[in-house]
DNA sequence: CTGATGAAAGTTGCATGCCAAAACAATCAA
DNA sequence: TTGATTGTTTTGGCATGCAACTTTCATCAG
């Protein structure tokens, strides 16, 4: 069962690399569901790997929160309750208006030029495909627009924790009552808000627009204590 | 060369942690000095573990940041500039202010307890041997003691993070200007009104008074803007 | 039928080997 | 001497095999 690649096409990195965005995406599409069983040589040999990059890319996955390992036992996909969604944006505004606010005062033209390039293909494929269809590209841009924002906070802490620790499925917004549409709308508002803020150099308001933006995923009132 | 040990006395886990602890622990001391290559084989051979376990707990401290890995290149023991560490303890802030402020209204006697008894180790054993002498156990101890905040908080994500992303090498402390002893000393002050505004329940103070403790690391002026 | 028990099957943890890429050294041209 | 080039050595990336452990399931006592 030799399935060496010597070079495989469009690939980027190694097999770790393969294996890894393979399996986040299937946990991010739905088709891996919360629970579920991982086993090592059954995904290595769907994805055409062997089990050492598979184990390498759930030890990933585990540190992201998205994948649950136990010594001997098989993995899990990681299951997250409303309070646990809830807390990660409480988080990701601490963190994410730290960085808008240093932001504010570091971006470059060019990051701001890239900024709105993002959000116009946000925009544009959310008309072309609704919400259901423009899930999974929404998400990779999304978490680009994050990205560059926290880049431009010259924080490389702050860029690794953001990417590896504070990621939710996007799966997690079907389980809101609100509309998406509606919701998505205004994330679309936030943005270019962010932006605004971005571009006028104003500390404060990028973080407290960071903050509106990420806690407004907050919607259902929460009853415990701050 | 089978080095196998069917069971090996004090052993607590399996061979990744005992790589991971042995390599963080030289980091930590400062036997592996900043910037110094990882050789895989090395460590293997030197730890008594073959590879596969040495290069997932490289794989761990790389998500740790205590050390940096690059595809096909050799590891290196990461170098912790004063900005680093400054914006080390900023992130630091923000994420155990929050804590704290969720833990003053959760905290259970049990736990504060476990706090005070933690703190009056740290101060004899800073007492009997001084600074030099004790960096290792208060490093351990003071550990714990932030461990027990944040987990108090009742937000797993939180704990994860501030364990995974957030730690340095204790060793930095001696780039430090101000004498040690007074730093230590104005640790254990902090410490103790950490303490007293969870005893209190009061969520600002707690806040405020974590804000105090880590922000005052920073005693070098930065010149940056915020 | 229910819960305990133990053997068989399945899965993970780790060691090892091979190959490809990087690091290094020697050689040569300018 | 210096910088480029090529050949050699070293080292990391991955596949695979075996041992340790868990899980499953059949069996049996109650």
Redesign the pocket.
Known sequence: ????T?KDGAES?????IAYRHIRSAIVTGELKSGEA?????L?DQIG?????V??ALQRLSNEGLVV?E?????QVANFSMSEVAEVFRLRAKLEGHGARRAARRITPSQIDHLEELEREMESIFAKLGWHGHLSQFDHLNNEFHATIASAADSPRLDRILASALELPPSIFNFYREPLEDRTRRTHRQHREIIDALKAGNPDWAEAAMNAHLLSILTDPNPEPE
Chains 1, 2 share one sequence.
């Open positions: 069962m030799n399935n060496r010597p990195g190694g097999a770790v690399e991982l086993q090592e040589a059954k290595a790997v062997s089990r050492t990059p184990r390498e390992l010594r001997y036992r098989r993995g």
